[in-house]
Each structure stands twice: as C-alpha cells, then as structure tokens.
C-alpha cells in the first residue's frame, strides 16, 4: 500500500505525460509486455500476443451500464486488444442490474472466454459468478468497484486519496473557513464511501475551521442534483462550497450557481474527471474535479488480460489479487490545460 500511496501522491503535475504502471502489483508479472508509451496519447507499446497455434482469444467487458466512463474503458481496452489481431473483444450492458450481469457472465463462461472484464452492479451478489470464471480457467479484471470473491486483479481510481485532496484543494479555495455541503451518491457502494470518507478526511486534517452542513443523496444525477442543492441553499444561505461525489452532481450544483448569481462566490468540486467537467472548468465556473485517464485504465486492464490470456503468466501466478490504484490530478483552471485531448473522455 505505501508503494500505491506514492505512486498517487508523487509528481502528479507531470503524470499526464510520463505515466507508466511502475510498481503496481500486477505489474510484476506484465512488466515484459510493455514497450515505451507515447507521451502525447498515454499508449503503451505493446507486444503482439502468441497464442498457440494462432488460436484466437474471447474477451468481454460486462458494464455495470450505458455512461462515459465504461465507454471510455472499453475503448482503452480496445486500444490494446485490437493490434493483437487474435482477440474478439465485445462489450456488454450490465443495464444496471445483478442478474443481467450474472447471466451475461453465465454465456460468457460457456462461450470459452478467456478474460472477462466487470464493473459488478453489487460485489457479493457476483461473487459466485467470479467463482465459476475461475473454476473454468477464466480470469475475471474488475474496473473501479471490487467484488468480495477474490479475482486476478482489480484497477480503479484514486477514490479515497483523491476525495482527501479535493478537500484539501476546496478549502485552500474558501480561505480554510466556512460551511460545505455534499451531493452524495446512494449508499451501498464502496466508491461512495470511498470518496465520502477521503472528503471527510481530508477537511479534518487540512481545514478543520471547514463544517460540513449537508450530506444528501443526489442519485448520481445532474437533475436530481440541482433540486438537493437548491432545497441546501435555502436552508444554508451562507453555503460556501459544495462537493458532488461525481462530475454529474457537480455540474448540477454548478447550474444551481449560474441560476443564482453564484459563480465564484460558490466553491464546487466535483470527481471523475470527465469532458464535460473539464470544460466547465475552463470556463471558469466548475472550480475543479479529480481527473483520472480513464483510458489509462482501461489499456492497463487490458494488457494484463493479455499477459494472462497469452499464456505468458497463467492466473495461478497471482498468488494474491493484483490492485492497481490510477494515478490522478486535481484539475483545476491552472492545471485542465495539462490534460490532453487525447487524455479527454
């Protein structure tokens, strides 16, 4: 963990251009796979994959649903996948639902995949999915929420250490006074406590004169965001930064602001990093989010399926589960203009 928490904390201005998957515990066993990585796009080099005989290689992804960030992963796993012209990659649509995902990884397990990348819609309830995976020889990467059934390795985002420096960066914005509020996601998902606790946190170690007033579910939802703040607001006229738990409640609460007459008197933070967060920034109206190249994250899954795949490293070589923590930065106006297009999702 102190090699993940370096890795995430170090240097993080010039990561954008210099990442490279360093030490990270799936590392090991990949680290022969790589070539240099370009520094414009992030991409790796990758060696072609020999499978025996030229056998080609099932792989699928079941989503947890149809939003930015799983489309963003799978085309980073695709940016892996295709020049090894012996993988069949396909993506499917988990719809948001437990039994979707456990029939989908029922046909995929009898189709013969190889490796099956799951972001699971409830980590016990595909536990007995994964099982079967690897009774059948089949090696299951999750992306961003972990499963309690142990699997070959897990890749997500900074969400605690991340959420610690957004407080961090919030109330350095507000003078290291006032009141805050939280637009929060549902609970029952680790990411949300991951990201709630980290916030938390990191106003108790870095702004502890910083209350936090309000925590209400806003469902993920932009929409929904806009009337949790607003009902915030009137009972907190004096609110002086609002974190969303997502870029999507954030942009909410930035509506809310533009509506009001508040944008640069109130501080919004919010965390993921996508296109839209990024734009709002530089326009000056969103002060900042946790951006993550989710990308990135999606070629570095992918270049482990094909270690493992391959027959390079089998899946027994991991003695214990691989868990790679992404790298990030604290975008704001100074620093959105480090991140690239081809960075952007």
Excluded: C
Excluded at 99 to 111: A, F, G, N, R
Excluded at 236 to 241: R, V, Y
Excluded at 310 to 339: C, E, N, R
């Amino acid at each position: 963990m102190t090699e993940e928490i370096k890795n995430t904390t170090n240097d993080r201005r010039h990561f954008l251009k210099n990442i490279a998957l360093g030490s990270a515990a799936i590392g090991g066993a990949a680290m022969g796979l790589f070539g240099n990585s370009d520094p414009s796009t992030g991409l790796f080099g990758v060696q072609k994959a020999n499978a025996a005989d030229d056998a080609r290689l099932k792989m699928a992804f079941i989503k947890y649903a149809t939003d930015t960030v799983s489309s963003a992963w799978s085309k980073g796993i695709e940016d892996v996948l295709t020049p090894q012209q012996i993988v069949d990659y396909k993506l499917l649509d988990g719809q948001g639902k437990a039994e979707v995902q456990v029939s989908l990884m029922d046909t995929l397990i009898s189709d013969g995949n190889s490796v099956i990348f799951l972001q699971p819609v409830d980590s016990v309830a595909l536990a007995p999915s994964i099982q079967k995976a690897k009774r059948a020889g089949i090696s299951v990467i999750t992306l961003n929420i972990d499963a309690t059934e142990a699997h070959a390795a897990h890749v997500e985002m900074n969400h605690y250490f991340g959420a610690m420096d957004i407080a961090k960066a919030m109330g350095d914005a507000m003078g290291g006074k006032g009141d805050v509020a939280i637009l929060n996601a549902p609970p029952g998902i680790i990411i949300r406590d991951l990201r709630t606790n980290g916030f938390v946190d990191g106003m108790k170690k870095h702004h502890p004169e910083i209350k936090i007033v309000a925590d209400q579910v806003a469902e993920w939802s932009r929409k929904k965001a806009q009337d949790v703040l607003a009902t915030i607001l009137a009972a907190n006229p004096k609110l002086g930064g609002v974190y969303g738990v997502n870029d999507a409640m954030a942009l909410g609460a930035v509506d809310v602001a533009k509506d009001k007459g508040l944008i640069g008197k109130l501080v919004i933070f919010g965390n993921d990093g996508e296109t839209g967060a990024l734009e709002s920034i530089a326009a000056g109206e969103l002060t900042g989010t946790q951006f993550t190249d989710v990308h990135q994250q999606g070629r570095f899954a992918a270049s482990a399926a094909v270690v493992l795949a391959s027959g390079m490293v089998p899946a027994t070589a991991f003695k214990k589960q691989g868990h790679l923590l992404m790298p990030y930065v604290i975008a704001t106006k100074d620093t959105v203009g480090q991140i690239t297009p081809a960075q952007r999702w």
